[in-house]
């Protein structure tokens, strides 16, 4: 398991180092310039292993690996586009660029479905920084080592993480709350350590937020999951990187203490599963006896393909991981540039799902994160002369909430949950209707917030 000698380096590139890469130089001025304006925005950071052998270079702007890293003018709506691309390129105003790009990003939703107002939970009346509570049995712990990526995706729902917006940014210093917290929760079963992206840390630092979670009094914590897009990004990170061995080493001891490691790996494209050396690092993986399940959102530009997600599902179960979800892009960030209408992403899921075996049909879609949980579209039917989205959750803030069917007038335009209306004349969905009762408003906590959170805050009694 010693790595090569001649393993290469990780090489980042920012806006400030981009122009040193050697593909700079066959974009066309016009991408080169939206490039560095998006940047301004919305985090962007990509590697040579990206650049050399994801991104087929000949296909740019198309190539969906480059749609998925670098900057496009319609991420913003036009007139703030060209006001952001003046201050940036012609007037160069570092104050008054500061204050456009703090504007734009405050009016892209940052943080969406409650995860500042709602999801943070308390110990003895404080809130926990670092830690979401949003479903029961699962709690997410965000490491303050592992709030980066060892590249950037332009549509990630979590982009506040990375553009330096403290008071937005989920980070904790150390597990020492958390494993306070979950001595208290014994309902707990799963932590997810999340970023960013934690396998960006060296693996000594892994260990420091893995060890306390295997002590006796958390036996009640049996799954571990670490989400990443390492093995997209930088596959070496499992092969050569100098502390890989290490880092396999210490997946290995999660299993010898009798608790599941679950990777739950990011990707978006079958080009990410191509490459010799990210089927390597997946046989290295299954080794330490982690499981590997993938998840993507479905991102216009990116994966709108059904043979997409067709080969991506199947070269992943050959290699043996287990498809896990297809979720819509959320509305946060640019989403008006990466959404397609949830009838279209249905479609696109129903005829990937139907030309792949059973092994891959482990996976649920399309999935959509929403301020009460994970609703999943089901269906479109005809039921009572109306057309209908059938719904259900598939998690919810509300346990009793889960795999209750419900329907949504069909909309062809609609692209996000809140954009629903309930079928065959009802005022409300039936989780708004009880968020009024007193159980409810235990669960869904009544404070402000936006957009769909509003729907479902309890009202007077």
């Given at each position: 398991?010693?790595?090569?000698?001649?393993?290469?380096?990780?090489?980042?590139?920012?806006r400030h180092t981009i122009s040193t890469a050697p593909q700079w130089r066959q974009?066309?001025?016009?991408?080169?310039?939206?490039?560095?304006?998006?940047?301004?925005?919305?985090?962007?950071?990509?590697?040579?292993?990206?650049?050399?052998?994801?991104?087929?270079?000949?296909?740019?702007?198309?190539?969906?690996?480059?749609?998925?890293?670098?900057?496009?003018?319609?991420?913003?709506?036009?007139?703030?586009?060209?006001?952001?691309?003046?201050?940036?390129?012609?007037?160069?105003?570092?104050?008054?660029?500061?204050?456009?790009?703090?504007?734009?990003?405050?009016?892209?939703?940052?943080?969406?479905?409650?995860?500042?107002?709602?999801?943070?939970?308390?110990?003895?009346?404080?809130?926990?920084?670092?830690?979401?509570?949003?479903?029961?049995?699962?709690?997410?712990?965000?490491?303050?080592?592992?709030?980066?990526?060892?590249?950037?995706?332009?549509?990630?729902?979590?982009?506040?993480?990375?553009?330096?917006?403290?008071?937005?940014?989920?980070?904790?210093?150390?597990?020492?709350?958390?494993?306070?917290?979950?001595?208290r929760h014994p309902e707990v079963s799963d932590v997810l350590i999340t970023g960013?992206?934690?396998?960006?840390?060296?693996?000594?630092?892994?260990?420091?937020?893995?060890?306390?979670?295997?002590?006796?009094?958390?036996?009640?914590?049996?799954?571990?999951?670490?989400?990443?897009?390492?093995?997209?990004?930088?596959?070496?990170?499992?092969?050569?990187?100098?502390?890989?061995?290490?880092?396999?080493?210490?997946?290995?001891?999660?299993?010898?203490?009798?608790?599941?490691?679950?990777?739950?790996?990011?990707?978006?494209?079958?080009?990410?599963?191509?490459?010799?050396?990210?089927?390597?690092?997946?046989?290295?993986?299954?080794?330490?006896?982690?499981?590997?399940?993938?998840?993507?959102?479905?991102?216009?530009?990116?994966?709108?393909?059904?043979?997409?997600?067709?080969?991506?599902?199947?070269?992943?179960?050959?290699?043996?991981?287990?498809?896990?979800?297809?979720?819509?892009?959320?509305?946060?960030?640019?989403?008006?540039?990466?959404?397609?209408?949830?009838?279209?992403?249905?479609?696109?899921?129903?005829?990937?799902?139907?030309?792949?075996?059973?092994?891959?049909?482990?996976?649920?879609?399309?999935?959509?994160?929403?301020?009460?949980?994970?609703?999943?579209?089901?269906?479109?039917?005809?039921?009572?002369?109306?057309?209908?989205?059938?719904?259900?959750?598939?998690?919810?803030?509300?346990?009793?909430?889960?795999?209750?069917?419900?329907?949504?007038?069909?909309?062809?335009?609609?692209?996000?949950?809140?954009?629903?209306?309930?079928?065959?004349?009802?005022?409300?969905?039936?989780?708004?209707?009880?968020?009024?009762?007193?159980?409810?408003?235990?669960?869904?906590?009544?404070?402000?917030?936006?957009?769909?959170?509003?729907?479902?805050?309890?009202?007077p009694h």
């Amino acid at each position: 398991m010693t790595p090569p000698t001649s393993a290469p380096k990780f090489r980042p590139y920012t806006r400030h180092t981009i122009s040193t890469a050697p593909q700079w130089r066959q974009l066309d001025p016009a991408l080169r310039e939206a490039t560095l304006v998006m940047a301004r925005v919305l985090p962007f950071r990509t590697n040579a292993y990206v650049l050399d052998e994801l991104i087929d270079w000949q296909r740019v702007p198309d190539d969906p690996i480059y749609r998925l890293c670098f900057g496009h003018p319609d991420m913003l709506p036009e007139p703030d586009y060209h006001r952001l691309r003046k201050l940036v390129l012609q007037q160069r105003d570092e104050a008054a660029i500061e204050q456009e790009v703090h504007r734009l990003r405050l009016a892209m939703n940052p943080h969406p479905g409650g995860q500042m107002t709602h999801n943070v939970p308390s110990l003895d009346g404080e809130p926990v920084p670092g830690i979401q509570h949003k479903y029961r049995e699962t709690v997410l712990f965000f490491p303050s080592a592992g709030q980066s990526c060892h590249a950037y995706c332009s549509f990630c729902f979590r982009w506040p993480q990375f553009v330096g917006m403290q008071a937005l940014k989920f980070s904790a210093p150390d597990t020492t709350q958390l494993v306070t917290y979950l001595r208290r929760h014994p309902e707990v079963s799963d932590v997810l350590i999340t970023g960013g992206d934690p396998l960006v840390m060296g693996a000594a630092a892994l260990a420091r937020c893995i060890e306390p979670l295997l002590i006796p009094e958390l036996s009640h914590v049996q799954n571990i999951r670490i989400g990443t897009k390492a093995l997209a990004w930088w596959p070496h990170r499992f092969v050569s990187d100098p502390d890989a061995d290490e880092l396999l080493r210490l997946f290995e001891r999660v299993a010898a203490c009798g608790r599941h490691l679950a990777l739950m790996v990011h990707l978006s494209h079958p080009a990410e599963l191509r490459p010799a050396i990210a089927q390597q690092a997946m046989a290295r993986l299954r080794a330490t006896g982690a499981t590997l399940r993938l998840q993507a959102p479905l991102v216009r530009h990116v994966n709108e393909a059904p043979e997409d997600w067709v080969e991506l599902w199947s070269t992943g179960v050959r290699l043996g991981a287990i498809p896990y979800y297809l979720f819509i892009e959320r509305d946060t960030g640019a989403s008006d540039y990466f959404s397609l209408p949830l009838a279209r992403a249905h479609a696109i899921f129903q005829a990937a799902y139907r030309s792949v075996s059973g092994l891959a049909r482990t996976v649920r879609g399309p999935s959509m994160s929403t301020f009460a949980g994970k609703v999943l579209i089901d269906g479109i039917a005809t039921l009572a002369g109306e057309p209908v989205f059938a719904l259900q959750f598939l998690q919810a803030r509300n346990a009793d909430w889960v795999r209750r069917p419900f329907y949504a007038r069909f909309d062809a335009a609609a692209t996000w949950f809140d954009q629903l209306k309930p079928a065959f004349g009802e005022p409300r969905f039936f989780f708004e209707a009880e968020g009024r009762s007193s159980t409810a408003a235990r669960i869904v906590p009544l404070r402000a917030e936006p957009r769909e959170a509003a729907r479902l805050t309890p009202g007077p009694h």
